[in-house]
């Protein structure tokens, strides 16, 4: 067995809890591959695992995206080889923070026909362009020309959102953020308007609004839903208190709320995720879809938490983990 560098959560708790250990490099099993890591992506996720609101068993390695190199296929596995480089969900089990991860063959995206683009990027591209292909097309239906509100537009999965709902023929984009110096940033990424999250009764109204922030941004998207409008919750980054929402209301304004969680997703429709995640790696290698990408060495994984948990970035940060 080979030893590798891994972050983990030992205890729930603050950034500081994060800790490199040396662990087992995992193997694969049947119909997974192994993967030598090259950038794992940084997430609100891996906060809400290390925070113990997701509930996961420790001592747990976080990471729920990563690019690298295969390093092994597990029985059953064909279409893929070893070397080839790769960018992978790996959000079903986790592990991502780690010099080694294992996942399913059917969440792997191969990178030899996008020369252009990086591994830092093709790490940040599995959670959050997946998300914004799947929240719009599969759970929200979007149709060409509807108009779409996005919140924390400058963030890491909004900045997906927007660029996502104007390749499907959206209409009038429209992102809110939480802070005037982010509103240029999240204007770089397709968005027609930006607007305060608090100004945001103010930018009309929205056949799709997609919300995971939370709290007052939930409470006050729903008034902005127009008839036969969606609402898809994917998110709680305020950390306010569950929003109460009527059936009623929804039955009598013809409105509809749904939700969405990629682990979830991926565990029960592994082959549909795949493809979502494989449409999203080609969009960003046309250049249709961009992604702002910095990046902290792995030892860094708690500094990493700390600027995600502060509103403090904008686009993506990832950790660089080996130079592959
Ligand atoms: N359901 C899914 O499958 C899925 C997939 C990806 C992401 N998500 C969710 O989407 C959200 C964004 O995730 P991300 O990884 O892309 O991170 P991110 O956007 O880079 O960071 C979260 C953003 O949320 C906003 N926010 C509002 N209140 C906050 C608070 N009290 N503390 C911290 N941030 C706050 C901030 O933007 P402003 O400054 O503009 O307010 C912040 O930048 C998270 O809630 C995450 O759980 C869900």
Same mark, same amino acid.
């Given at each position: 067995?080979?030893?590798?560098?891994?972050?983990?959560?030992?205890?729930?708790?603050? &950034?500081?809890? /994060?800790?490199?250990?040396?662990?087992?490099?995992?193997?694969?099993?049947?119909?997974?591959? #192994?993967?030598?890591?090259?950038?794992?992506?940084?997430? =609100?996720?891996?906060?809400? *695992?290390?925070?113990?609101?997701?509930?996961?068993?420790?001592?747990?390695?976080?990471?729920? $995206?990563? #690019? +690298?190199? !295969?390093?092994? /296929?597990?029985? +059953?596995?064909?279409?893929?080889?070893?070397?080839?480089?790769?960018?992978?969900?790996?959000?079903?089990?986790?592990?991502? *923070?780690?010099?080694?991860?294992?996942?399913?063959?059917?969440?792997?995206?191969?990178? @030899?026909?996008? @020369?252009? /683009?990086?591994?830092?990027? &093709?790490?940040?591209?599995?959670?959050?362009?997946?998300?914004?292909?799947?929240?719009?097309?599969?759970?929200?239906?979007?149709?060409?020309? $509807?108009?779409?509100?996005?919140?924390?537009?400058?963030?890491?999965?909004? #900045?997906?959102?927007?660029?996502?709902?104007?390749?499907?023929?959206?209409?009038?984009?429209?992102?809110?953020?939480? #802070?005037?110096?982010?509103?240029?940033? &999240?204007?770089?990424?397709? *968005?027609?308007?930006?607007?305060?999250?608090?100004?945001?009764?103010? %930018?009309?109204? =929205?056949?799709?609004?997609? @919300?995971?922030?939370?709290?007052?941004?939930?409470?006050?998207?729903?008034?902005?839903?127009?008839?036969?409008?969606?609402?898809?919750?994917?998110?709680?980054?305020?950390?306010?208190?569950?929003?109460? !929402?009527? &059936?009623?209301?929804?039955? =009598?304004?013809?409105?509809?709320?749904?939700?969405?969680?990629?682990?979830?997703?991926?565990?029960? =429709?592994?082959?549909?995720?795949?493809?979502?995640?494989?449409?999203?790696?080609?969009?960003?290698?046309?250049?249709?879809?961009?992604?702002?990408? $910095?990046?902290?060495?792995?030892?860094?994984?708690?500094? %990493?938490?700390?600027?995600?948990?502060?509103?403090?970035?904008?686009?993506?940060?990832?950790? $660089?983990?080996?130079? !592959?």
């Amino acid at each position: 067995m080979d030893g590798m560098r891994a972050i983990t959560i030992p205890e729930f708790g603050s &950034a500081d809890v /994060l800790r490199l250990d040396e662990a087992e490099a995992p193997e694969p099993g049947q119909g997974q591959v #192994s993967i030598d890591v090259a950038y794992a992506g940084a997430n =609100f996720a891996e906060i809400l *695992y290390r925070q113990g609101v997701v509930d996961v068993p420790l001592p747990f390695v976080p990471g729920i $995206e990563v #690019s +690298g190199r !295969i390093r092994a /296929l597990g029985s +059953g596995v064909e279409g893929l080889s070893i070397g080839q480089p790769v960018a992978a969900l790996t959000i079903v089990d986790g592990g991502g *923070y780690a010099e080694v991860v294992t996942t399913s063959a059917d969440l792997v995206a191969p990178l @030899d026909n996008h @020369d252009r /683009l990086e591994l830092d990027v &093709a790490a940040a591209l599995p959670s959050n362009s997946t998300t914004a292909f799947l929240v719009l097309d599969r759970v929200a239906r979007i149709a060409p020309g $509807e108009d779409v509100l996005v919140h924390a537009a400058a963030g890491g999965v909004g #900045s997906q959102l927007g660029q996502a709902a104007r390749l499907l023929g959206a209409g009038r984009v429209v992102g809110a953020v939480g #802070s005037p110096a982010k509103i240029e940033a &999240a204007k770089a990424f397709g *968005y027609d308007e930006v607007v305060l999250r608090e100004q945001v009764a103010e %930018a009309g109204q =929205f056949d799709v609004v997609v @919300d995971m922030v939370g709290g007052t941004a939930r409470r006050s998207s729903l008034d902005l839903l127009a008839p036969m409008g969606r609402m898809v919750v994917m998110g709680n980054a305020s950390g306010a208190e569950d929003v109460g !929402i009527s &059936a009623n209301d929804l039955w =009598f304004t013809n409105k509809t709320v749904s939700g969405f969680n990629l682990a979830a997703f991926s565990a029960a =429709f592994p082959e549909e995720a795949g493809r979502a995640l494989r449409r999203a790696v080609a969009a960003a290698a046309r250049g249709e879809l961009r992604v702002r990408v $910095e990046s902290l060495p792995l030892e860094q994984a708690a500094e %990493a938490h700390r600027r995600i948990e502060a509103a403090r970035t904008t686009g993506k940060l990832v950790l $660089e983990v080996e130079r !592959i």
